[in-house]
């Protein structure tokens, strides 16, 4: 069983909406300190978009503040990012990933601190 699983990329329009679901299951969703959104576009680092921990805290880059909310159905085991006002800078390949590591309490949105990734799912947003 695939821990990480996202789905819900696509295409649209710059000023669009698009909504991506991950779905984090076994010792993963078991055991993770937080829940996180990331992003990477060609020639560049992956950069850590929403991150949601146990503690309920929820947080976001800069770039993303106010256009996305990340949330999350415990029922389900999913976490789901909501994307409005979508621009062409944000084209990248997302993904969804896990940490039950206890540095990401240093650092949420740190790639680095996330141990169980999704195969990532591709957004573009045309001008």
């Known amino acids: 069983q695939v821990p990480v699983v996202e789905s819900g990329g696509g295409s649209v329009e710059a000023g669009g909406s698009l909504t991506l679901s991950c779905v984090v299951s076994g010792y993963a969703a078991a055991n993770s300190h937080c829940l996180g959104w990331f992003r990477q576009a060609p020639g560049k680092e992956r950069e850590g978009v929403a991150g949601?921990?146990?503690?309920?805290?929820?947080y976001y880059a800069d770039s993303v503040k106010g256009r996305f909310t990340a949330s999350q159905d415990n029922a389900k085991g999913t976490l789901y990012l909501q994307m409005d006002s979508l621009k062409p800078e944000d084209t990248a390949e997302y993904f969804c990933?896990?940490?039950?590591?206890?540095?990401?309490?240093?650092?949420?949105?740190?790639?680095?601190?996330?141990?169980?990734w999704g195969q990532g799912t591709q957004v573009t947003v045309s001008s």
């Open positions: 949601i921990c146990t503690d309920t805290t929820v």
């Open positions: 990933a896990a940490s039950t590591d206890v540095r990401v309490w240093y650092g949420p949105l740190r790639a680095s601190n996330y141990n169980y």
